[in-house]
Structures are given as structure tokens and as C-alpha cells.
């Protein structure tokens, strides 16, 4: 092992001496050696900074570190979340009720099916109109109250899957509230009408400060107006939680109780009855198309060698980059308006995950671990950071993104599609010069004589991925290519990726802090900057006391 890293270390150094436009020029075929599809998705990973023997020394890392054993770990039900002493069994979630797999968990799949039952009584009866609020009309508004890992997978799919036509239209409008300071939900309440909107408060723990104080802002408004907090509790309010106690104790009537359970991390929970938003919007048939596409995606990774495997190409490319190359960037550039929100979906994915210094068995792990993961609408980023990725100092790997067929063959009957198709060639053309120009820099990079502040250094390695068409199928397979990406990447630096404990002291800290802007006595608990930001809170709140 140690000498697999001590010779990834010295491609490393020779790595960061060469051009990537030398290693095209190298002779070796690197479209065939650095190219790979499955299905609807081909990648081309040629302008990584990686050579042929650089590659099979990653190889040789994934057998020598036995990531097939973590793999066949995952999908056995195996505790792989150490921290916490639990399996990680997403996958579980999206196999077809016929699947026997999981000897120790037998009855999960019959589980999980009886609650996408459960779901499908929701969503119809919403779908339907039959929902009735507690004045006895039909609810048009529905807010979905969470935040991190239960808002941003249902966001990315509701958002997504627009253009897909079965969606119930205007008839009743969805709408997400995350942000804990209130500017959400104020700005909606002024707007819905309470005797017709429903609030789904989608939390794992159901004890999230976010979310609830979001509930608290929903449920003093709906009962100003109900004049019963129970009326408002039954009619408005479902739950979905791991918690089934906890709902009880807030209050969420039984029949509007979804659950799903501790084994499902929340990053990766979309595929559970998180994703009730999705199913309200498009049903359930494309809900479980969207599953069938997870599902495709696992087979793929459970049976494929390392070379043919798409999460385990991205993922080595990835560990190449962080930790023998130090790049710490990683751009997500999507190609395709309706995949806007991925790059943040992935940088709660990956970083969540990944974002850890201490290996499983509490070490510190010996190579630098996930990027900065960021993003934004390639086109839209074209005019915004670009130029920092085109001539900036800093290294930054970069992920196109780019769906082909939209908009073809008759595909829209507007009089605009033949204009529309036009527009995705466009994007298409950006997309591919983007990569190009950033790999291989200007054709003048060896002359001297051209002006230094119009020159393209190049050399910025990016992989792209791209996809036949967007379908909920195809969605759900893109989505759960991620995550296996992240749990190789995860193997491959030897962390748990299914806990986050790094956000639970900040989480502590502002419950302090929050009892520390109201009592002035707590603020020396608190450092002296903190002190002084505290302190500026209440002088300000002070002076808009004695002018009123
Ligand atoms: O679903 P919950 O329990 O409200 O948690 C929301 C999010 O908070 C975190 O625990 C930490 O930020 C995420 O992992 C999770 O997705």
C-alpha cells in the first residue's frame, strides 16, 4: 500500500510539471482510456491532469484498499456508519418490493413499500382535492417546512422535472421555507390563505431549531385565524420524521404521519417519504420512476469492475485531485437550466459527507479529503467566476454537465422549438469550448509575444458528464450516482461519510448565543469578538426602543 502512495505521489510531481495538452499529445489514445458509459450517462475524463500509469496506480489503490469489501459492506446492511453504530441503507429505499437482499433486515424493502403506500393515500387524496382545511375548503398551497437534507433532494427533483408536463399544474402550488430567520415564511403567510394551505414539517430528528421555529411562525398564523390549535394541527399540519414519538408529542394526527427511519442519513433521504413534495407534484407513478432510476443505478454500481463503474471513476478522479494534486476546488457547472440547484444538492452531498479530517477508526487521515464543492448554471457562471477559472492563480476542477436531446425530433409542438432547439446546440457549444479552452488555453500560449493579460494559461482539468435526456428515470440514476461516488470517495479515504458531527457544536453554540443577545450577564461566556457582536444587537435594538 504504502508504496502505491509513494508512487501516486511521484506521478504527482510530475503531474504538476506537464501541460494537459501534453498528454494528449503523448500518443496514447486517452478517449479510449479516459472515456466510460452506462445507460443514458458518458463521461469523458481525457482532460484530467492523469496519465495512463497514474490511472492504474489509482486502480491499484481501489483493490489494495479492498473497496469492494466496503461495498459489499453497504449493501449487506452492514453497520458502516461506525460513529453511530448503524447500517446506511438508502439504497434500501429504492428497490422494487420483490427485492430479498438484506438478510439481516428482511423486512425493510416490505417496510418501505408499506410506507410508499401510506404516501400514495397522502398524495391522492391531495392530488384530488379532497384535502379539506379547517373552514372545509380544498388546499391549493402546500409548504414544505425543512431544511438541509430534507429540503434540498425534494427541491432539486420538484425543480427539475418541470418541463415533464404531468405535474398537477397551478391547481396547487408548492412552495419550500428553509431559512431560519423568518424571510420565507414571512413572505409567503402574507400571501396564502390559511383555510387552504397545508404544511408538511419534514425533519429526521423533528427537532430541528430551523425548521420549528418556521412551524411555531406557521402555526400561530394558522391559529389567529382557525381559532383552534387543534383545528390547525389536524387540518394543516403532516409530518414526516424518523420520529414517530415526536410527532406524536407535537401533535401530528396519526392518519397524517409518514415515517421513515434512523438507517437513512438525511443527505441521502429523498428517495423516502422526504420526497412527498416530489410525489404531490408529479404523482406517484413518476415518484417511482424516479426510484426504478436509483435503483438502475445501484445495480450498476454493485456489478461493474472500478474501470467500467461511473461513480468509481468520478470518485477516483476526484480523490486524485484532492489529495495527490491538492486541488481543494471542484466546480459543479450544469448545462441545463433545470439541473440549477444539483451543484448545491451535491455541496450538502459531498461535503457533508466527506468534509472529515479523522478516519473510521479515529485516526487522522493521512491525505487532504473533499473539495470546496460549488456551482452554478455553467451559462450563467460564464459571466460571473469564469474569468478566475480562465486566469486566476487558483487550481479548480471542473464538472460540465450537459443533457443532449431536449427540445428534439418534435419533442414540443410550440412555434418557438425549432428556436429552442437552436438554444440548447448553444449550450451544448459553450459547454464543450468551456472545457476546452480551460484543458488546452489559447493557441498562442507558447509565443512570448501576446499580450499577458490576454493569455489563457489552460491547464485547468475538468471531467464531462454527459446525459441522453432528463427523465425522472434518468434523474433518479444521476442522483444515485452521486452517492455512490461519495461513499468510494469516502472509502477511499477510509472516513464515515453517513455522520456530521461537525455541525452539532454550532448547533449548541447558538442556543447559547441566543440566550446570550437577550441576557447581557451571559455574553462573558463568549469570546470578546462575539462579545462585542452581541453587544452591538442590543444597542441597536436600545436606540430603536427610545425612539419609538
Ligand atoms: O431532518 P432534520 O433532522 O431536521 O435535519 C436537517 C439537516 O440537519 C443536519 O442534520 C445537519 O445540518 C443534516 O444532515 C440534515 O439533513
Redesign the pocket.
Same mark, same amino acid.
Given at each position: 500500500m504504502e508504496k502505491i502512495i509513494e508512487a501516486l505521489k511521484e506521478e504527482a510531481i510530475l503531474a504538476r510539471k506537464r501541460s494537459i495538452k501534453s498528454l494528449f499529445n503523448s500518443g496514447a489514445d486517452r478517449i479510449d482510456l479516459f472515456t466510460a458509459e452506462h445507460g443514458s450517462f458518458k463521461i469523458d475524463y481525457s482532460k484530467q491532469n492523469i496519465s495512463s500509469q497514474g490511472w492504474s496506480l489509482l486502480l491499484d489503490y481501489y483493490y489494495k484498499s479492498k473497496i469492494d469489501h466496503k461495498i459489499h459492506a453497504l449493501f449487506s446492511g452492514k453497520p458502516v456508519n461506525v460513529t453511530e453504530n448503524r447500517p446506511a441503507l438508502h439504497f434500501a429505499l429504492r428497490a422494487p418490493k420483490d427485492v430479498r437482499s438484506l438478510p439481516k433486515h428482511s423486512s425493510i424493502v416490505a417496510d418501505v413499500h408499506d410506507e410508499l403506500e401510506a404516501m400514495a393515500l397522502i398524495v391522492r387524496k391531495i392530488r384530488k382535492r379532497k384535502w379539506r382545511g379547517y373552514s372545509g375548503k380544498a388546499i391549493t398551497n402546500i409548504v414544505s417546512l425543512?431544511? !438541509?437534507?430534507?429540503?434540498?433532494g425534494p427541491l432539486l427533483v420538484c425543480d427539475a422535472l418541470q418541463e415533464i408536463g404531468s405535474s398537477i399544474g397551478d391547481s396547487i402550488k408548492l412552495h419550500f421555507v428553509s431559512s431560519m430567520d423568518g424571510t420565507q415564511i414571512s413572505q409567503l403567510l402574507e400571501v396564502l390563505d390559511p383555510e387552504r394551505t397545508l404544511f408538511i414539517i419534514?425533519?429526521?430528528?423533528?427537532?430541528?431549531v430551523?425548521?420549528f421555529y418556521n412551524v411555531n411562525t406557521a402555526l400561530k398564523w394558522l391559529t389567529s385565524y382557525s381559532g383552534s390549535i387543534e383545528l390547525a394541527k389536524n387540518h394543516h399540519f403532516i409530518g414526516v420524521?424518523?420520529s414517530q414519538e415526536k410527532m406524536e408529542a407535537w401533535g401530528i394526527r396519526k392518519e397524517n404521519q409518514l415515517i421513515f427511519w434512523n438507517w437513512v442519513? !438525511?443527505?441521502f433521504?429523498l428517495w423516502s417519504t422526504?420526497g412527498l413534495p416530489i410525489a404531490i407534484k408529479y404523482g406517484m407513478d413518476v415518484f417511482y420512476e424516479l426510484l426504478e432510476g436509483g435503483y438502475e443505478m445501484d445495480f450498476h454500481f454493485k456489478n461493474s469492475t472500478p474501470e467500467s463503474c461511473l461513480p468509481t471513476v468520478l470518485a477516483l478522479i476526484s480523490f486524485w485531485n484532492s489529495s495527490f494534486l491538492e486541488i481543494s476546488a471542484n466546480a459543479v457547472l450544469p448545462y441545463d437550466g433545470r439541473l440549477k440547484l444539483l451543484p448545491n444538492y451535491l455541496s450538502?452531498l459531498e461535503m457533508?459527507s466527506n468534509g472529515k479530517a479523522v478516519s473510521v477508526n479515529g485516526t487522522e487521515v493521512r491525505f487532504k479529503t473533499s473539495p470546496i464543492i460549488w456551482g452554478e448554471l455553467g451559462p450563467n457562471a460564464q459571466h460571473a467566476f469564469y474569468q478566475l477559472l480562465h486566469q486566476g492563480t487558483q487550481d479548480v476542477s471542473c464538472d460540465f454537465i450537459s443533457t443532449v436531446k431536449r427540445y428534439h425530433n418534435g419533442a414540443r409542438p410550440d412555434v418557438e422549438a425549432d428556436f429552442l432547439y437552436q438554444q440548447q446546440s448553444l449550450s451544448l457549444a459553450n459547454c464543450f469550448a468551456q472545457s476546452s479552452v480551460l484543458a488546452f488555453g489559447d493557441i498562442f500560449a507558447e509565443k512570448e509575444e501576446i499580450n499577458p493579460h490576454k493569455r489563457y494559461r489552460g491547464n485547468q482539468p475538468s471531467t464531462t458528464l454527459l446525459i441522453e435526456e432528463l427523465t425522472p428515470r434518468i434523474l433518479g440514476s444521476l442522483i444515485a450516482l452521486y452517492e455512490h461516488k461519495t461513499y468510494v470517495l469516502s472509502c477511499l479515504w477510509d472516513i464515515n461519510p453517513f455522520d456530521?458531527w461537525g455541525?452539532?457544536l454550532g448547533?449548541s453554540i447558538s442556543e447559547e448565543a441566543l440566550r446570550a443577545i437577550h441576557e447581557p450577564n451571559y455574553r462573558n461566556k463568549f469570546d470578546d469578538s462575539t462579545k462585542w457582536l452581541l453587544t452591538q444587537v442590543s444597542d441597536w435594538s436600545s436606540k430603536d426602543d427610545t425612539n419609538k
Open positions: 425543512g431544511v !438541509g437534507g430534507s429540503e434540498l419534514s425533519s429526521k430528528s423533528f427537532t430541528t430551523d425548521t420524521s424518523a442519513g !438525511g443527505r433521504s422526504i450538502q457533508e456530521q455541525v452539532e448547533k
